[in-house]
């Protein structure tokens, strides 16, 4: 089993930048497919991006980004310190929601919320216009 903690969130502008980090708990991280999740309000969780899981803890992941995100989100993992981030640029109010972490142990990059076992406590980012 394996326990996610999620930085917090925050409120910013237009076009700018926050860095979300998911930390991991429990057991081998690099064994985990980890997506990143979001709900705005009256609307059903949304995926953002997912990394799978590695080899080892020195090996590469692959990724995957929802249309609306991809050149703007960046999903990256470092795995001797047990933490997934996602780096996001250029925010629109559009991006304002509730953020995930979640983590499926040798899964693929599904972009179903209900293939995940293990989610973080979700943290507000709000993108003011």
């Known amino acids: 089993q394996v326990q996610l903690v999620e930085s917090a969130g925050g409120l910013v502008q237009t076009g700018g930048s926050l860095r979300r980090s998911c930390a991991a708990t429990?057991?081998?991280?690099?064994?985990?497919?980890v997506g990143w999740f979001r709900q705005a309000p009256g609307k059903e969780r949304e995926f953002v991006a997912a990394?799978?899981?590695?080899?080892?803890?020195?090996?590469?992941?692959?990724?995957s980004y929802t249309d609306s995100v991809k050149a703007r989100f960046t999903i990256s993992r470092d795995n001797p310190r047990n933490t997934v981030d996602l780096q996001m640029t250029s925010l629109k109010p559009e991006d304002t929601a509730v953020y995930y972490c979640a983590a499926r142990r040798y899964g693929g990059r599904s972009y179903s919320p209900g293939e995940y076992d293990y989610w973080g406590q979700g943290t507000q980012v709000t993108v003011s216009s």
């Open positions: 429990g057991r081998t991280f690099s064994d985990y497919t």
């Open positions: 990394i799978s899981w590695s080899a080892s803890r020195w090996t590469g992941s692959s990724t």
